[in-house]
């Protein structure tokens, strides 16, 4: 079936690097969306990227879609404790009206 | 956050025992989804339902059942409980299916 691969599964960084997750679908996407899950929390929406080479920038993070919309990665310029979490990407599965979520990137931050 | 609940936060039951969980909205959103949330798993469907009484299976449907009677209501259904089903749950809506998902604060089940 169809799949959205994520790497890496974890991430630690001290403040102030940068940190980078990856999103690789095996079918093209009509969309990609971006959710954040705080520890304990639930996933929360960030963003959903819809044409082929796309760049939205939210403050210090940065989303891209691929220009063959297949793949998408989400920047974060100099972390902060903050952003401390999970980061999914989630793509809309052919022919149905659902989601297939990537395993997710937690990132931890040592301060 | 969107009006979307769900009850009960925690739960602790044994194997064997039915189980259901409840979710809530007030969004009056068309789609509803159940998924399970497991270490190294991500988010994994359950169900999801597209309107009153329409619903279907998602990846990990074995051993779960569910129902929607109401728009506001989507039901999650453990008929016989098992230790494999201890995970924590989470409720979605959504206006169109491919869009914007909004999550509900999640059901932490322990099946012992």
């Known amino acids: 079936g169809q799949q959205v691969m994520q790497i890496p599964q974890y991430q630690h960084v001290q403040e102030g690097e940068d940190f980078t997750t990856y999103c690789n679908s095996s079918?093209?996407?009509?969309?990609i969306q971006w959710y954040k899950q705080r520890p304990g929390g639930h996933p929360v929406f960030l963003i959903q990227l819809v044409k082929s080479g796309e760049v939205k920038k939210q403050k210090r993070l940065t989303f891209q879609f691929g220009e063959a919309k297949k793949n998408s990665s989400l920047h974060i310029t100099a972390t902060q404790t903050t952003d401390v979490g999970t980061y999914f990407c989630?793509?809309?599965?052919?022919?149905?009206?659902?989601?297939?979520f990537g395993q997710g990137t937690r990132l931890t931050i040592n301060p | 956050d969107a009006g979307i609940t769900q009850s009960p936060r925690h739960k602790v039951t044994e194997t064997g025992t039915p189980v259901t969980l409840r979710c809530h909205q007030t969004e009056n959103h068309r789609y509803m989804y159940w998924y399970r949330q497991d270490p190294g798993h991500g988010l994994r469907l359950i169900h999801y339902s597209y309107g009153v009484k329409d619903t279907d299976k998602g990846e990990v449907s074995d051993g779960y059942s569910v129902s929607r009677s109401k728009t506001e209501d989507f039901l999650l259904t453990l008929e016989s409980a098992t230790s494999s089903q201890t995970s924590v749950y989470f409720c979605?809506?959504?206006?169109?299916?491919?869009?914007?998902?909004?999550f509900g604060p999640g059901t932490r089940l322990t099946v012992l």
């Open positions: 979605a809506i959504s206006g169109q299916g491919v869009d914007t998902q909004y």
């Open positions: 989630a793509g809309p599965v052919q022919g149905a009206q659902k989601l297939v």
């Open positions: 079918t093209t996407l009509s969309n």
